[in-house]
């Protein structure tokens, strides 16, 4: 066994460790970086960009159903080939991967080492018995893997997860997803505007990162109208029959009902892939699930001593499971792993405000904490429903809701939740201001244009600003 | 002649018009409007709504065409009943000016004067020679109308403005779009989409507001892949041909082409409405035009004794005509008449980030001045194509050019000019920076999703950074 000894180590050739890596390399430390599967980010072959793909072939389905609400008629059959739909996935979702691939042959063949990477102590990593890598500190970016219950792997290779989806040649003809969080949602939506027979199903009522009941309400009565979402569903059997999954639900008033699926998707959430690396041979503290306790300001790893010199980065922390959030902490877990090997301190890094978008239709959007973060007593909230908004009714697409919340003491604004057309782009001008921390009065010192969505989002900053104001003459009227 | 004494009169009861009056009455004073024309604002009637409504018809037609792409093939052919489409659009503007209509009943009858006002002094109005109204203070917001050459007038019913479009019936067969600005191109490539065949041509080479001439040219480049557009088109004649329209134009290389068009559009720009309501009786400095000058910050008009008790809102004034500039100007010009009438100072107004948008496909949008507000040698620019963008490929949308402006001593963010997806969104990102002083390194900090067409905007701004940091380097060694 060769031994290498390094400034930093990388464990992963994700989104989190591409970016560790190059930052511990901009810093000046030497750093190599470790990869035990294939190439590629969760995002580009598996997560957002598939995901998006498989999206707008829906979405462009869907809109030929709704031209001639505008006088376009497609007379004649609509014929969604599943084969093509499929074929430009894959086809498209290679091409981002191709990227990223072409980024790690960019990294020199001395740096990047093969195989999985299992610690000996702190500072030591065995990968695959052939190498040791000695480290002055590491960076664990390995990410995250979808994860189920025991009870689904009944279903053998009827059961699939998100990673199968954009491997199909065709579309099936129907789909049980299991899990209404953001992959289940997106995929959801999509197959069923496809026209896959598709029901959404969940536990416990929770919608995506929807947190505020005002949004997660709406949003599930929006969503049911088009497709079958139960989010807080029955299941009283689910089990192999034949080629296909009879799935068993039980209603509200006790009546059960049997559907047949060609598959269940199951989409009930992702785990920090770190496992099987030899945690328990190193320093650190870790939590129930076994994934390191960290600071996500220098995404340093807690130790018993508290000087561990591993950093974690990406959905392997658990924190924000985002491609910019992983990039972001990849940056500062790389500089920071840089900085302590140089014998400098480690620094916390840029962390932006929080920001969550689900591509379904309408988009769900996410500012700051969310609702749930959100002291009662403390905060006021202005809203909006979309439903009567002038652009959206011009566009045929006047579905949706939006709460902002405002701090009562300050007038600050606090963050927001929405099911709104565009919301990707209101996320995006709501974070920015909840970044530069501006007050709701200033936010509707903001120029709006006519007509657009964000004029929607004015009417519920007036309406939370009239809230504050009210709040803050009865303060003063107080004291 | 029956004789009102009042605070501030109001003449037009459009955006600026309507703003000015509620302005003035919150502010405490008597006021009254006087509306010669029909009720309803050029924005609702003629504008942004109508013209918003025919674009959505063209984009779901396009949004078919398009659906192939993705693999969903509308078999047999695409109808577009142009019945339909204009039934949909004068149905949903006659809603939208009903809303104006309910705005305008809830006014007190007393406080609304029908009829042509004329300046008889710079305190005294008269209203159809039936009433003569002396006001402490007045605002000038009589809108603006279609302007053309008079050579236009030969082609009499055969020569259209856009009023005329949104009353159709049906779709005619070609259309010739005299201006390429931001009508001319909005309706230009709107017909061209419902399958009318489309000339846009101009003079000059301007297109639509943009003043870059690297955007320009990507615009002209882009638009000219679809329909034909001709900014600086050389046109030989124009005259009626029975119940059509033959216009011969001259190639470049002296060549000459004739097409018959059932209509000429005149889309070569608008003026105030200010001719013919005596501005010659008051002391105001009007321009060669006829249209006072005032001071945008008070909105108030400039007169030989500098105490002018006259104000100027909305597209009278000719300063920028757009609907939310116009409630601004009202409401600054309102509650500065009502001021000046209760023997208080006048003020200036909240003036915001300019912002201008173009609804076509992919959309223009302005940030700031425009490029030919910027000092050369002040200022350096970034930019980014979306032709290789993330989600711009994903849509198959990927066209656009975008630049972005900063200032070279100070790194603060100047403006932008683009042509792209989404523009509408991105303009009010960058629009609120700019407002808010933001330093283009200051956006970097700032959240972006992924994927997202703003990651395009952070590539732009990106390049932008490198270069201000490098001036700002050189700067301080030579210093």
Redesign the interface.
């Known amino acids: 066994m060769k031994t290498l000894q390094v400034d930093v180590a990388v464990i992963g050739a994700g989104t989190a460790g591409l970016s560790a890596y190059r930052a511990a390399k901009a810093a000046g430390a030497g750093a190599v970086m470790i990869e035990g599967g294939d190439y590629g980010t969760t995002?580009a072959r598996v997560g957002?960009?598939p995901s998006?793909?498989l999206i707008?072939?829906a979405d462009?389905?869907h809109?030929?159903g709704?031209?001639p609400?505008?006088?376009?008629?497609?007379?004649?059959?609509?014929?969604?080939?599943?084969?093509?739909?499929?074929?430009?996935v894959r086809r498209?979702r290679d091409r981002?991967v191709g990227f990223v691939l072409r980024d790690v042959q960019s990294i020199p063949d001395a740096d990047r080492i093969r195989g999985h990477a299992r610690f000996v102590d702190n500072h030591t990593l065995a990968v695959d018995d052939r190498t040791r890598v000695r480290a002055r500190s590491v960076v664990i970016a390995t990410g995250s893997s979808a994860t189920y219950p025991d009870s689904f792997r009944a279903l053998g290779e009827r059961l699939i997860i998100n990673d199968d989806v954009f491997n199909w040649h065709d579309l099936p003809k129907a789909v049980a997803v299991m899990g209404p969080g953001i992959i289940g949602l997106e995929l959801g939506q999509a197959l069923h505007r496809l026209g896959v027979r598709v029901a959404v199903l969940g536990r416990g009522g929770r919608v995506g990162p929807i947190g505020d009941p005002q949004i997660r309400t709406y949003a599930i009565a929006t969503f049911s109208e088009e497709f079958t979402l139960e989010p807080d569903a029955h299941i009283a059997s689910m089990e192999r029959d034949g080629d296909r999954v009879a799935l068993r639900r039980t209603g509200s008033d006790g009546s059960q009902e049997t559907a047949h699926f060609d598959y269940v998707l199951a989409a009930t959430g992702r785990a920090p892939n770190v496992a099987d690396m030899g945690l328990d041979r190193t320093t650190l503290a870790l939590d129930a699930k076994g994934v390191p306790s960290f600071d996500p300001a220098t995404t340093r790893t807690a130790s018993a001593d508290g000087a561990s010199p591993i950093f974690i980065a990406g959905d392997a922390g658990n924190f924000i499971p985002?491609?910019?959030e992983a990039a972001d902490e990849g940056r500062i877990a790389g500089a920071n792993a840089a900085r302590l090997a140089l014998g400098q301190p480690v620094n916390p890094g840029?962390r932006?405000?929080?920001?969550g978008?689900v591509f379904t239709d309408p988009q769900i959007g996410i500012v700051g904490g969310g609702f749930h973060s959100l002291k009662s007593g403390t905060f006021a909230t202005g809203q909006v429903s979309f439903e009567d908004q002038?652009?959206s009714?011009?566009?045929?697409k006047n579905k949706g809701l939006l709460n902002v919340y405002g701090d009562l003491a300050t007038g600050r604004f606090l963050g927001a939740e929405m099911l709104a057309l565009?919301a990707?782009?209101?996320?995006?001008?709501l974070?920015?201001?909840l970044?530069?921390k501006?007050t709701v009065a200033q936010m509707l010192?903001?120029?709006?244009?006519?007509?657009?969505?964000?004029e929607g989002l004015r009417t519920a900053l007036r309406h939370l600003d009239v809230k504050l104001h009210a709040a803050q003459t009865n303060a003063s009227r107080v004291s």
């Open positions: 995002c957002c960009m998006k793909l707008v072939a462009a389905a809109a030929v709704k031209a609400g505008f006088g376009v008629h497609p007379d004649g059959v609509v014929r969604i080939d599943g084969r093509e739909v499929m074929d430009r498209e981002f985002l491609l910019h840029l932006r405000a929080p920001i978008v002038g652009r009714r011009i566009l045929l565009a990707e782009h209101l996320a995006h001008l974070a920015w201001a970044q530069n501006m010192e903001m120029p709006f244009y006519h007509p657009v969505i964000e």
